[in-house]
Every structure is written in structure tokens, then in C-alpha cells.
Nanobody
Framework: QVQLMESGGGLVEPGGTLRLACTAS????????MYWYRQRSGGQRELVAG???????SYKDTVEGRFTVSRDNAKNVLYLDMTDLKPEDTAVYYC?????????WGQGTQVTVSA
């Protein structure tokens, strides 16, 4: 069982920055492919960024160049550094961990970008 806890969300003005963190309570963190998703109000959950155990990073086209995903395997933490935030980035952000056919979700953290 893997438990995930997101943190770091909040209210930020357009153009601002935030760092989200996802802490995993698992000794197998090194073996988990990790992802950030978001869900806007009334919308579907969408993939924002991913970082595999091989350190292969991928991004949604609308965030590439503004968001950076990274992980600290020693601390069991996945990060999402978000810069130049836009109102359309407003959403609940979730982290997801996968290990083969198994997958786990965190509870989400709200990010609101507004003047």
C-alpha cells in the first residue's frame, strides 16, 4: 500500500510561482513512476507531468517550459515547480504513483491563480 500526501497549494497571482510536494509513505518509492495530474472545476482529470524511475520527464504541452517535475528518492518526495502561473492553471493538483498494474492517488491540493 502506498499513501500519498500533496502539499504546497495556495493562492497566487498570475505570473507567480508555487512548489507542490507529494510525500509518499513507501519504502518502494524508488520503484514508483510518479505523475502530477490536475482537475479544473467541472473538468476531467488531466496529466500535467510525469517522472519515471528512469528519470524520464514528460509534460503537458501547455505547461512545458513553465513547470518542472523532480523527485528526491532519499526523502520519498515528488515535486512540481510551477512558474509563470496563469489563471487557467487553477485546479486541484493530484499526484499519482504507479508500480506495474497498481496505482495510488493522493487527496489533492488546490492551486488558485487569481489577481
Amino acid at each position: 500500500q502506498v499513501q500519498l500526501m500533496e502539499s504546497g497549494g495556495g493562492l497566487v497571482e498570475p505570473g507567480g510561482t508555487l512548489r507542490l510536494a507529494c510525500t509518499a509513505s513507501s519504502r518502494i518509492f524508488d520503484w514508483l513512476d510518479m505523475y502530477w495530474y490536475r482537475q479544473r472545476s467541472g473538468g476531467q482529470r488531466e496529466l500535467v507531468a510525469g517522472l519515471t524511475i528512469q528519470q524520464d520527464a514528460s509534460y503537458k504541452d501547455t505547461v512545458e517550459g513553465r513547470f518542472t517535475v523532480s523527485r528526491d528518492n532519499a526523502k520519498n518526495v515528488l515535486y512540481l515547480d510551477m512558474t509563470d502561473l496563469k489563471p487557467e492553471d487553477t485546479a486541484v493538483y493530484y499526484c499519482k504513483a504507479t508500480n506495474g498494474p497498481m496505482y495510488y492517488w493522493g487527496q489533492g491540493t488546490q492551486v488558485t491563480v487569481s489577481a
